[in-house]
């Protein structure tokens, strides 16, 4: 079982370490994003303060999705999803795997470079720590839902926007739980509540989705 | 064997067409029967209220209207659960004949309750915990009529959908729960909608309200469900029969 | 082993066909015609599980495949239209990655072994998107030099080959049918396979 899983996550980090421009733009967006709000709504601290948590947040559900579309999308044009869906396993395992490559190449360097934005805003130092993991413990639920969207709008016409429609209304509790921790944090009532309701979702999401996206996958390779 | 009864007799659309058919008038009937007693109960009847004057008639649309968005989208995953686990063709045709009827009542309660908050908040649109999550229902809707109209296969769109359906359903309590957390944390206690002294003849207004969307959904949703059935299945011979004897869908 | 009763097939609102049905047992060859559109590659998709039947059943050991998938798959290889591999990867890379993948053990000398008898010796780890359409069908056919699993199922397996390539491919389904091995394939140029009996489906 973790045999399968390793071997998925191996060959789609192998596969995203050989086209690095894809990861790269990603990330460029999120800074490209988060570094508009100040010259929309002015370099006041202490409204930037303010705003940094939704922000930074809502930057990273729209960096997330930059590379949804491609999850399975690939696998599909060249026949390889199909053949995934042909070992003798269950096709939600090799989907977990590529889940968690997809939270390593697209979750994990958004929380990594998130304090670093968040001095941008003049986040206290707590906060940003508090940043961090939020982003480190919300984004596998991004990765993991993202997923049944893209496997649900594989190989249709308009895809991408479609996905969007589709899986940002269910981004909402993970939006409000992660940038709640910040908001918390720095108003100085702690984020512990928060993060903990995150860990949860990040969990419940991680054990349903990958076999939703399955199920998603079969009908789309029907 | 024949004659005996089973449920699967009505599942196949020959059979279900023309009952269909005759439900119709039936339903739109009741709707207009319990719209208008609803309407005279809660226009006319029910007292004004000594806070919120007459503005708060606009409840017996308001409140039916967000129970219906509510209910239907449960209807719809309930289908969808039967058309996956049993793989009936009817099942995913219902659910997409319901939902432009969610979408509208969602949208309803939307705007009825800009309409309530205007003299009631001062503003039309408050982010209270309800409306957010009504939005949020209605985006559901949305992404999933976005979602059937772009798949041209027939059966994928009503599989796909379906599977759609069931992951909003388990993610509606949810999104409910993480939005009444946030706007507690946003706001304090916001405006109380319901008020607990409620007048039996207001109860009464807003139930008949309820039948009569309830009614008018079930007919539209018959109708809409008889023309997806005759798109689909153009090639039959039945739907052949049916389009020559013109108007014949009556027929007993 | 592999049998198939009462199949029927509806795409989109087309009924493709119906009442087809086949046996096939060790050492057996089915070859799939009919003209296109007739719904061949949907019948293939059926028996690789992926499709299910709009009527009928198909047996594996006389057990419905649906019942045992896992263990019917670990029986199965199925060569689509597509080559599933990579074209950032390597032949070499490619090769053991669909094993891996596959629940299969390959290893790295076979692999080796394959890609030379498919004529790639020596661009082992060049990567594949440098590589002809031609040379990329033989990376993909490159698998079943290796593969011992009893069910093949080829999709126009012929396609863009050279006769030297069309020849050596004629020559390991030959043997995987003298190993007892069945295999069911499309095609349109029909191509001499010397041993093991030859069954025909015609659909449409």
Known sequence: MLKIIAAVIGRDLKLALRRQADIVSALFFFIIVVSLFPLGVGPEPDLLRKLAPGVLWVAALLATMLSLPRLFADDHRDGTLEQLALAPHPLGLAVTGKVFAHWLVSGLPLALLAPVLGLQFDLPTDALLVLTGSLLLGTPALSGIGAIGAALTLGLRGGGILLSLLVLPLYIPVLIFGAGAVDATVAGLGGEGHLSLLAALTFAALGFAPWASAAALKIALE | MKDRFNLYRFASPATFYPLAGRMIPWFAAFAALFGLAGLYLGMLVAPTDFQQGEGYRIIFIHVPASWMSMFIYLVMAFWAAIGLAFNTRLSGMMAQALAPTGALMAFLSLWTGALWGKPMWGAWWVWDARLTSELILLFLYIGYMALVAAIDDPRRADKAGGLLLLVGVVNIPIIYFSVQWWNTLHQGSSVNLTKSSMAVTMLWGMLLMAFCFWSYAIAVALARVRSILLERERHTDWVKAELLGVGDGERA | MLAAEQLACVRGERRLFANVGFRLDG??????????????????????????????????????????????????????????????????????????????????????????????????????????????????????????????????????????????????????????????????????????????????
């Open chain 3, 27 to 204: 050492g057996e060859l089915l070859y799939l015609q009919g003209r296109n559109g007739a719904g061949k590659t949907s019948l293939l998709r059926m028996l690789i599980g992926l499709l299910p039947p709009e009527a009928g059943q198909i047996l594996w050991r006389g057990q419905d495949i649906h019942e045992q998938i896992d263990e019917y798959r670990a029986e199965l290889c199925y060569l689509g239209h597509h080559n599933a591999i990579k074209e950032e990867l390597t032949p070499l890379e490619n090769l053991l990655l669909s094993a891996r993948l596959a629940d299969e053990t390959l290893s790295e000398d076979d692999a080796l072994d394959a890609l030379e008898q498919v004529g790639l010796a020596g661009r082992e780890d060049l990567a594949c998107k440098y590589l002809s359409q031609g040379q990329k069908r033989r990376v993909a056919l490159a698998r079943l030099v290796k593969e011992r699993r009893a069910l093949w199922v080829l999709d126009e397996p012929f396609v863009a080959l050279d006769v030297a390539a069309v020849a050596w491919l004629a020559g390991i389904i030959s043997g995987h049918l003298q190993r007892g091995g069945l295999a069911v394939m499309t095609t349109h140029q029909p191509v001499d396979i010397p041993a093991g009996t030859v069954r025909e489906l015609r659909l449409g």
